[in-house]
């Protein structure tokens, strides 16, 4: 008894944190993520590798449910906290690695701990609603006889409808292989398996409908990417419509342009050093979505210290010096040259502003812009002169149109990752790196 | 013969070792845990369930690539016993192998050419 | 030269790469911590983040996804460790290993190769979009990294003229493989991260997809799989001193002393290299592997072969 408590205190004392960021919680998320690195407790990149979830901002209840959904991927003994603001982050922490007996003080209900130990039951995660795919259920009968008009809901679903023609000639053309396949087909626990499709190449081959986001680590909070898959590889895309913002404040990333707009008083060394976190965030997203951590890592340290206010000597030489390295790296380049091309007139097409425009190519150009735009940054970072009124660009692109930046850079994702592989896709959301916090919200200012 | 045999005993007490191990972490693990069940779960691919089973007949692009390397891996083969008797076979052996394995590289060049390496 | 260990020797051997295992991956923790907090961060008290970690799955739920196939994910899980452990036989602690057969060279890339289907296994087993990605980006990897890494390992061989790892060991008494055959020393270490899918190699178990094939294996099942990817890359990155390094030669220390010096060097040399790279993804590193390395390696090879013609 007392040697186990010891053993199973011990592990949980670090334990591994699932963040389920949520729009409009950016400030909140670089608390948690700099609160997490102070403990020196990992960030989980999914359910299975974490034993405690923290919700970052106020979930709004389209947002109960995937949350929900995590809580219940995630192996027992877990802990649970939810933070709603950037202020509340330690005590939320705290709650993570109290023993569960221990009662929460409620301080206005923004953060509260939900312990699961051994004994104690997840609810099980194994029946889902498909609201929308009963007619799945009907599986089993057609394919007994040729899996007629079965695919073609899926294509319905995802709006591809048109092909039902086809669909159905080669499904009754290739009776043998049809046999094989729904040898193991129909309906398990559930969930039919998979449809076939036409590749690229023209092969018909099966095909995964999968909902990317919203809960994977180095993602755009907020974001749903509906995917078909074909192995690995993303045939069509597609970007969920995302729910009404609840009205708030600002986006985090904005607010100094916006503020100023506005007519507020804000220091163009506020602005700078605001745009100069946007990018290294950014960057360090895609670095580590690319598999560096150690640059990635390295990037938030500063993007924490750019915000925290330290006087720009401090460090701008370690900027220079991570700056330094990732150009160097030609294995970078050769990674992720190529991948999301988005040219300066397609960009436009997109409207397009900002980094993205001027990058002019791939995501390893947009890298690069980002990286020289932080470093551009910090020289202004300690600039007192009040920010002028008319200047609106954001991190992201130019504030103050009928659309925000981000809007665009949503609207020209899907044509980019059609036909990428699953790891360039990562790293093509990641390039764009789009804010959901200023889509819908208001920023015209 | 006997000497032969003789080296591989250890092998075997080697593996019942570790799978011994195996079921012990596991039982520990059972004992930590309090006998409690797996947990029953959805597949993650950030919080929302996919549409259909994941088991599917997988695409994958790299698989002329399989076939350069299935022919390559049968010459390995031959190259292990190569090893011991090049000295004894003289400049023959040596001539043999390596024209053999220019014929399968030439394969790889046309496999190149054709743009069976990359795939993304 | 070698010859078989004693039985106690045997039995110690999972422990002593369990407890190399360890202190490996606290050196890999203190080095992201320091990228993560800095130097001011108190990086070296990371140390033992590694059994803290294990600690926590040892004592977390095991998880099963829906309709899945946890045995066989299972069997692919348990055959990381009984892999690495198992290569590791042959694997000289000075100058005795715990068996040293005729084909020692075969035999650990026999086992080496038994990292095919575990990482498959484990990654289709959760029947899981993410998981499943992961195991396959394994195999695309293995068409990558086991061509050169065998003629690799061949060259050490045909500069020995034998598949005895003893003999291998023997035949480098006045110069290291090292010095004559870098290439295939360079190569060799590049496949040892790729067989340990860790490192720059580490995109099967990617954190892109969620960790890849690990993405749904959680308790004792994600220990063993993360603790045996420790093992492999201890065995496998340590069998480069037998090979290449002359393995337990080397003056004024014992034979003992200095397989461990080397293997700890070649295991720092990885460990802190691995932070230069991003991870390499095989539908680009793949042609660099068939059209740089395989024809190096063989150049290698055809070089060693000329040299042992006129030995």
Partial sequence: ??????????????????????????????AVEAGLRRRGWPVAASPAAASALVVVGAAGAADEEWVEGLWRQIPSPKARSAVAGAYDVEAALDTLVRPAAAPVPGDGGEHSADHDGPGGHADQGGHRDHDGHDDHDGHGGDDGHGGHGGHDDHDDHDGHGGHDGRDGHDDHGGHGDHGEHHGHGGVVAGLPMAGRADDRDGLRLDRLHLPLGPGLADWPAGLVLDVALQGDVVQHAGVRPLPPPAPGGLPYWDEPWLRAARGAHVPRGTAARRRCAAHLDSAARLLAVSGWPDPAARARRLRDAVLG??????????LGRLVRRVRRSRVLRGLTAGLGALPAAGARRFGVTGPALAA????????????????????????DRPLRPYDRDGPRGRLGGPRAPSDALLDALPELLRGAEFASARVIVASLDPDLDEVGAVVRG | MMLAM???????????????????????????????????????????PPEEHAFSRFHVRWYPVTMIFLAFDMEMLFMYPWVRVVRERGTSAVVEMFLFLGILLAAVAYARREGALRWA | MADTAPLWAVVLLPFALVAAAAVVAGLDAVLTAAAERGRGGRPLRAA?????????????????????DPWLGRIGIALVPVAAVLAGAVLPWGFRAVTDPVVGVVWFNAMEALAWAAVWLAGWGPNSALSLIGGYRFLAQGLAYELPHMFAITTAALGAESLRVGEVVAAQRGLWFAVWMPAAFAVFLLSALAMAFWGPFDHPLGRDAAGGAAAEHAGVDRLVLLAGRWLLLVVTAGFSVPLFLGGGHGPWLPAWAWTLLKTAAVLGLLVAGRRLLPTLRMERYLEFAWTVLVPLTLLQALVVAVVVLNR
Wanted: aromatic share 4%; proline share 8%; glycine share 14%.
């Fill in chain 1, 1 to 30: 008894m007392g040697l186990r408590d010891v053993l199973l205190r011990i592990g949980a004392g670090h334990p591994a944190v699932l963040l389920a960021c949520l729009p409009g919680a950016t400030e909140t998320r670089l």
């Fill in chain 1, 309 to 318: 206010g330290a006087p720009a000597r401090e460090w701008s030489a370690e």
């Fill in chain 1, 360 to 383: 002019d190519g791939d995501a390893y150009d947009r890298l690069l812009v980002w990286l020289d735009d932080a470093v551009r940054c910090a020289a202004e970072a300690d600039d």
């Fill in chain 2, 6 to 48: 003789a080296a591989w005993e250890p092998v075997p007490v080697l593996l019942g070792v570790v799978i011994g191990g195996l079921a012990a972490l596991h039982g520990l693990g059972a004992w930590l845990r309090a006998g409690q069940r797996p947990l029953e779960s959805g597949p993650f691919s950030g919080g929302l």
């Fill in chain 3, 48 to 68: 033992p983040a590694p059994l803290r970690t294990g600690l926590r799955l040892l004592g977390g739920q095991p998880r099963r996804t829906t309709a899945g």
